[in-house]
Structures are given as structure tokens and as C-alpha cells.
């Protein structure tokens, strides 16, 4: 069974420091790994995704995600945050064996104080 | 801008009163989910549409039930709502084909339940 576990409830940065929001991952199969933002009274919005063979892969807004097959992890990172970079983010996994259910991490809400 | 668009954003219904969210798209995805999110906790998968083919997950409640009557719409139709059904309810789709094609939500509607 999938799973994915984001171990900290809240980040705190600041502004122009660097960020990473940790999410580790379990898998049976080949990894699709995903990150997603969320502000407040709004959807979820794709950040980035995992691609086979990238283990830095570039997304929207700056961001980007390192991904570790022996730590089984996709840290999202960022060089230099911004106070409006402050959301809510979740790892989330999807099912690689055809199926369609994602599985969100609990999420890490991610303070940048400026 | 292709989008996905939940009508309204915020619904107030009574103890027991059925309820229907709404859900358009204009990506032309095949697949489309509703999520209950509470809380600013992970989304959870109440059941997803894969064209015409309905899919339950095994813990969503019977009072929780959904339409799909042509590519572009869904429906979330809530028979019985309780105290506990109020949260926000988020529609998304996807691609079929790929797992890694991401999910692109709307906004949510907020279900108040008096």
C-alpha cells in the first residue's frame, strides 16, 4: 500500500533563506510523487512532479524537489523563500498501478516571516 | 484558461436537508474526484469518475452519493447531512492514461451544516 508521511506539522523561515518542507514516501512499485500548495479558502494547486531518472526536479514558482531513492524522500525545496510563499503544502502519492486514487501527505504549513 | 469551477463557494444547509455541490470542467479530462477536506487536514477521496464508470472508496459514507451526467459536469449529492459531514469539498481532475498526470482542482465549496 501506498503511504506518505510528512513529519513536520509547520516550517518557519526567513524571508530569503532558504526552505525544505520533508515528505517521505512508501512505495510497492515505481514512485509518483507529487507536491501541491494550498491557500487559504482555496483548491490545492500542483507544484511539481517526480519524473523518472530526475532526481532535481524544477517546478512552478521557484520551487523544486529533490528526490532520494535510498532515503525514500522528495524534499521540497526553495533557495529563497517569500513571504508569500506562506501556504499550506502536501506530498501527496499516487497509485502506479493503474489506478487513480492519490494519497496526500497531512501536510506542513510553512511560515516565511519577513 | 482551462479550469475547473465549484459552484457556489460556500453552501449553508440544515441537519438532515439534502445538498448538491457542482462541479464544471473545461480540461476535457476524463477523470474526475471529489475530496472532503476538514480542516486543513489531507484531502480524502470520497469516489472518482473515470468517464461514466463510477468508482466508491470503500469508506465513504452511503449518505454521500455523485452524478456525472456528461464529460464536463459532476455533481456531489449529500442525502442526509450531519454535523459531521461540514467541511470543504474540493472537486479535481486528471488525465486518464498517465500516472503521472497531476490533479487540477477548484476552489472548493465550504459546507456549513446548522
Known amino acids: 500500500a501506498q503511504s506518505v508521511a510528512q513529519p513536520e506539522d509547520q516550517v518557519n523561515v526567513a524571508e530569503g533563506n532558504p526552505l525544505t518542507v520533508k515528505c517521505t514516501y512508501s512505495v510497492s512499485g515505481n514512485p509518483y510523487l507529487f507536491w501541491y500548495v494550498q491557500y487559504p479558502n482555496r483548491g490545492l494547486q500542483f507544484l511539481l512532479k517526480?519524473?523518472?531518472?530526475?532526481?532535481l526536479v524544477k517546478g512552478s514558482y521557484g520551487f523544486e524537489a529533490e528526490f532520494n531513492k535510498s532515503q525514500t524522500s522528495f524534499h521540497l525545496k526553495k533557495p529563497s523563500a517569500l513571504v508569500s510563499d506562506s501556504a499550506l503544502y502536501f506530498c501527496?502519492?499516487?497509485?502506479?498501478?493503474?489506478?487513480?486514487?492519490?494519497?496526500f501527505g497531512a501536510g506542513t504549513r510553512l511560515f516565511v516571516k519577513a | 484558461d482551462a479550469m475547473v469551477i465549484q459552484n457556489p463557494r460556500y453552501q449553508v444547509t440544515q441537519f438532515g436537508k439534502p445538498v448538491t455541490l457542482s462541479c464544471s470542467q473545461t480540461l476535457n479530462h476524463n477523470v474526475m474526484y471529489w475530496y472532503q477536506q476538514k480542516s486543513s487536514q489531507a484531502p480524502k477521496l470520497l469516489f472518482h469518475?473515470?468517464?461514466?464508470?463510477?468508482?466508491n472508496e470503500a469508506d465513504t459514507p452511503d449518505n454521500f452519493q455523485s452524478r456525472r451526467p456528461n464529460t464536463s459536469f459532476c455533481f456531489l449529492d449529500i442525502r442526509s447531512p450531519g454535523l459531521g459531514d461540514a467541511a470543504m469539498y474540493l472537486c479535481a481532475t486528471s488525465k486518464a492514461g498517465t500516472a503521472n498526470s497531476p490533479l487540477h482542482f477548484g476552489n472548493g465549496t465550504r459546507l456549513t451544516v446548522t
Open positions: 517526480y519524473i523518472t531518472g530526475d532526481n
Open positions: 501527496a502519492v499516487r497509485d502506479g498501478g493503474g489506478g487513480f486514487k492519490t494519497i
Open positions: 469518475y473515470y468517464d461514466k464508470d463510477f468508482n
